[in-house]
């Protein structure tokens, strides 16, 4: 069996935990991590950078509508695309550890 060098390993990390730095950071996570590795990574991590990237920046939209829409936006669907934004990216964090593409079900595709 082929050893993976130390560089090649981190990069797989990276691709395995950039959906939990939305989490965290929103889609500040995502953008820098795509803007560090968008040339130095393979298909599988930079397809998880971009996927992660994409799903924020749909969050970050859904979050502003909810905000601007009184009483039903800040009562009914706010609460909503919360658990959406914590629970969607655990799930991609899962799939990819067991190196597979996650797809997030809804999503904006503002990067490609």
Known sequence: MASKSKSTENLELVGHFVHLTGIFLSFLGPLIL????????NDFVKSNIIE????QLT??????VC??????GWF???PIVSLIL???PILATIESANDRK???PIKIEFIK
Not at 34 to 41: E, G, W
Not at 59 to 64: H, I, T
Not at 67 to 72: H, M, R
Request: zero cysteines.
């Open 59 to 64: 969050g970050l939209v859904a979050l502003f």
């Open 86 to 88: 914590l629970i969607l």
């Open 67 to 72: 905000i601007i829409i009184p009483i039903l």
């Open 102 to 104: 996650y797809k997030y």
């Open 52 to 55: 992660a990237l994409n799903f």
């Open 34 to 41: 795509y803007l560090m590795y968008k040339d130095k990574a």
């Open 76 to 78: 009914l669907l706010l």
